[in-house]
């Protein structure tokens, strides 16, 4: 390998879009392994704090739900991994409110910003 590939790989993943991290959750008490992006485990464990659960916990009860799900519509298969991001977007945008968007500036024309893609303002260009 060249020092410009070990260079590279050394380099920040852009935009914060940073690669999948494993925990082990346990599901019924069962150890089992669950790769999600660091920002989806911020927001399990922060609803697991608001809800006063644990994350095994509440992995069960999510893991439980798409079983009965997935026999009542012998439907394809989901994985765990994809059940919990669609989980966490259907709970946070459950709360989110007009008033809570236009705090977070949403809905001027950039839906980037107040979120992990969001770029720092250009910086003018310096005359010389």
């Known amino acids: 390998m060249s020092g410009q590939d070990s260079q590279a790989s050394n380099a920040p993943s852009p935009l914060n879009a940073i690669p999948l991290v494993a925990r082990t959750v346990k599901l019924f008490g069962r150890p089992t392994?669950?790769?999600?992006?660091p920002s989806y485990w911020e927001a399990l464990d922060d609803i697991c704090h608001r809800e006063?659960?644990?994350?095994?916990?509440?992995?069960?009860d999510l893991k439980d739900r798409l079983d009965s799900q997935s026999r009542r519509s012998r439907g394809v298969a989901v994985s765990l991994a994809n059940a919990v991001r669609v989980f966490i977007v259907g709970y946070y945008r459950k709360a989110a409110t007009e008033k809570g968007h236009d705090r977070a500036g949403h809905g001027r024309g950039d839906p980037f910003v107040s979120t992990p893609f969001d770029l720092p303002p250009a910086?003018?260009?310096k005359e010389g």
């Open 33 to 37: 392994q669950l790769r999600l992006e």
């Open 52 to 60: 006063d659960l644990t994350v095994d916990e509440l992995c069960s």
């Open 123 to 125: 910086q003018p260009a």
